[in-house]
C-alpha cells in the first residue's frame, strides 16, 4: 500500500490553499457540509467534497480523517487507511481516525492492527465521553466475547 505524500499536493512548495488565499472558515464550512451528505448517506458527494479539500488544504489533518470516515463507510478500506495514516501523522490525538482506521484493518483481516487502534482510542479518551472511543470500547467487548465463545465451542 503506498503512502499519501503531501508534497504531491504542492506547487512550488505552497499548498492550493496558500496559493488562492483560500479561508480557514470556508474549510470548516465544507467540511460540515460534507458531514452532512455523509450523514444522509451520500457519500459520494462528501467524498468529492473532501478530496478537493485535501488538494486544497493537505496539511489539515481533520480532512483527511473525515475523508477516512467516508471511504470506511463506502467499504474501500485501503484508501481509507491511506487517508487515516496522513491524519494520524498530522494529529496523532484524533480518536475518530483509531477507530475509523481500527474499523478499516477489522474489513481487511488485520485484527492486531485494528485492535492496536481501537486500543489507542480508548487510551485517548481514558474518562470515556468521546463517542468514538465509546464505539472502540463496545467493540473490543464484542471481539473478546466472540473470542470467549469460540474457546468454549466443543472441539472434533
Known sequence: MEKINLEDYKING??????VGFEDS????LIK????????????VAEKILRGL????????????????????KGDAEDAIKELDVALELN?????????RG??????G???????????AIELDPEGKDSGANRARVILLGLS???????????K
Open 14 to 19: 505552497k499548498t492550493l490553499k496558500e496559493l
Open 26 to 29: 470556508s474549510v470548516e464550512n
Open 33 to 44: 457540509l460534507s458531514w452532512t451528505y455523509y450523514q444522509q448517506g451520500k457519500l459520494d
Open 54 to 73: 485535501t488538494a486544497i488544504d493537505p496539511e489539515n489533518s481533520l480532512t483527511h480523517s473525515a475523508l477516512g470516515a467516508v471511504l470506511t463507510r
Open 92 to 100: 496523532p490525538k484524533d480518536i475518530a481516525a483509531y477507530v475509523n
Open 103 to 108: 474499523e478499516a484493518y477489522f474489513r481487511l
Open 110 to 120: 488485520r485484527m492486531e492492527e485494528s485492535i492496536a487502534d481501537f486500543r489507542k
Open 145 to 155: 466475547e466472540v473470542a470467549k465463545a469460540v474457546k468454549d465451542l466443543p472441539s
